[in-house]
């Protein structure tokens, strides 16, 4: 089994800066993928980032089109933590932000294709 506990979110203004976090113990992939997916309010869970690593050095960063140059996803393997630093946010942000793991060759944007997930964490941004 593995566990991820999520923690960072809240409530931020519009153009200020969230890190959220990703801790996972138990049984943790190596190599594997972790990704970030969020949940606006009305709206389905949509894939925002995600990372793979096939080492400890070796890393591959994806990103959702709406991501992109706003969002950055890193790991800390000594720690088994996967980060969403989110820049400039938008209001358009607000939502439940979700980590999840899976195995190396997962489609790293398919939600099912994950084994576990993480607890969920609020991020809501006002204008």
């Known amino acids: 089994q593995v566990q991820l506990v999520q923690s960072g979110g809240g409530l931020v203004q519009a153009g200020g800066s969230l890190r959220l976090s990703c801790a996972a113990s138990?049984?943790?992939?190596?190599?594997?993928?972790m990704g970030w997916f969020r949940q606006a309010p009305g709206k389905e869970r949509e894939f925002v980032a995600a990372?793979?690593?096939?080492?400890?050095?070796?890393?591959?960063?994806y990103y959702a089109d709406s991501a992109k140059g706003r969002f950055a996803i890193s790991r800390d393997n000594a720690k088994n933590t996967v980060y969403l630093q989110i820049n400039s946010l938008k209001p358009e942000d607000t939502g439940v932000y979700y980590c999840?793991?899976?195995?190396?060759?997962?489609?790293?944007?398919?939600?099912?294709?994950?084994?576990?997930w993480g607890q969920g964490t609020q991020v809501t941004v006002s204008s």
């Open positions: 999840a793991a899976g195995g190396y060759y997962i489609d790293y944007a398919r939600q099912h294709e994950y084994a576990y």
């Open positions: 138990g049984r943790t992939f190596s190599p594997g993928t």
């Open positions: 990372v793979k690593w096939s080492s400890s050095s070796t890393y591959y960063r």
